[in-house]
């Protein structure tokens, strides 16, 4: 019998998977929500900082941030490495808004 045959330990998997994706989908449009709602408020300070003639990017903060985050993903048994990339990522394209602000782009 192959593997998709339907079969009681078959059905339970598809029903389980169903659940499951169910959830991920959930939390993806929950992360899809934070992400717009931190967008919104970096949008904020890209104009605070383009009217104070400030510079788009702060290491020293975002230094914070990563060595924050890392021990939040340590202890929640996420990879500390991924969590980095995946701010860095965010703050990259937050800089590169605040850097178009800065020149006069909306
Ligand atoms: C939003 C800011 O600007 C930049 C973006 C950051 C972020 O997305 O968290 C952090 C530091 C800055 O490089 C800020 O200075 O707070």
Do not use: C, W
């Amino acid at each position: 019998m192959s593997a998709d045959e339907s079969t009681p330990v078959h059905d339970d998997a598809v029903a389980e998977l169903a659940s499951i994706r169910q959830s991920i989908d959930n939390i993806d449009a929950a992360v899809i929500h934070m992400l717009a709602e931190r967008f919104k408020y970096t949008q904020r300070v890209g104009y605070l900082k383009a009217g104070a003639g400030m510079p788009a990017a702060d290491p020293g903060r975002e230094q914070v941030q990563v060595a924050r985050l890392r021990q939040l993903a340590a202890e929640s048994h996420l990879d500390p490495a991924f969590a980095e990339k995946f701010l860095n990522f965010i703050v990259a394209e937050v800089i590169h808004h605040h850097e178009r602000i800065a020149g006069g782009e909306r």
